[in-house]
């Protein structure tokens, strides 16, 4: 991996160079994780239905272990092909009233900007869009989608998602926030965006810029393990509060990447103290192609529970969506309350059952 980034260092941190530079086949990674030999034509098949890319920047967060936590999320794995599952549990596709806009509740949309992304994670839960054309959403679609968000006055709140929103150019991001701004009953505007863990040289001054004429901006971004926050990402991310982005993070509960206390502990605090608010906790759902990063829920649950002896600031919302479109539930603390006389039995995380008093005055 050394060699990688010493044979670029002058370009390592120009975003268009690391994107050109992306690795888009399974063999091109071969020599720096040589165990992958044995499986390369496996892995080729299943790269035939499940794209693959990773930037050099990723990949050299990177060990050469097959249980690598940052490997697990870009090799790809036979049982993608495998196991069946739903495309779109959260039937995203049926609340769509125009293309690329999802409208599921009421006070909010997603607007689907592109269905590009510099590393194909192995865990996405939009990979059924992996298999369309590559498309960035210009034109009469997005005027479109623009014009519902304009006559729904109920909603409050649009996300810019996909696909990855911070690969549009920053003139195309400039457009579509003006518009946004424009419509007087949007109260947030929000980006879902994994460039801070795959590509944070896209973080640039310009398009700080951009952000600070619509600020605030709110930013939720995706990491799943401490080793993706790398001390530039680090740095990237300060940077841009100065512009009025306002950063939350969402983690994904992964098999084998993160399925730990102490893992998802460190992950939190260092999160936190890098500015960005640990937001969700999400349970991997029953996506095709994904199943095999679940965690059962009921260890989910005790993993969480095991999360809440720590700093609340710290904790994220455990949450998960209900197949077949049942919408996200939040498994808030799974706390025991008994009525007692004059008061309740509740059982703590740590300290067994003990007595909260009724108010004195009825
Ligand atoms: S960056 Fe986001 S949208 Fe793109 S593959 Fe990863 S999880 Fe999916």
Redo the contacts with the bound molecule.
Sequence with gaps: MENLISANRELWFDWKWQLMNSLKRIEDIVDYFPFLKEDLENLKWVTKKYRFSVTPYYLSLAENDPDDPILKQIIPDVLEIARRGDPDPYREDEHSPVPHLVHRYSDRVVLLVTNI?????R?????RW?RRKGYVLRGPLLEEALNYIRAHEEVKDVLL????PLLLKDEELDYILSKLREIKHLKVLRI?S?VPV?LPMRLTESLGRVFEKYAPIYINT?FNHPRELSDFTIERMKNFTRYGVIWGNQTVLLKGVNDSVEILKELFYNLLSAGVRPYYLFQCDPVEGVEHFRVPLSRAIEIYRQLMNFSGMALPKFALDLPEGGGKVIISSPCEVRKMENGYLVRSNDRGEVFYPDPPFK
């Design positions: 992304c510099p590393v194909y994670c865990h996405c839960m939009r990979k992996w998602s996909g696909g990855e879902g994994r795959t995706h």
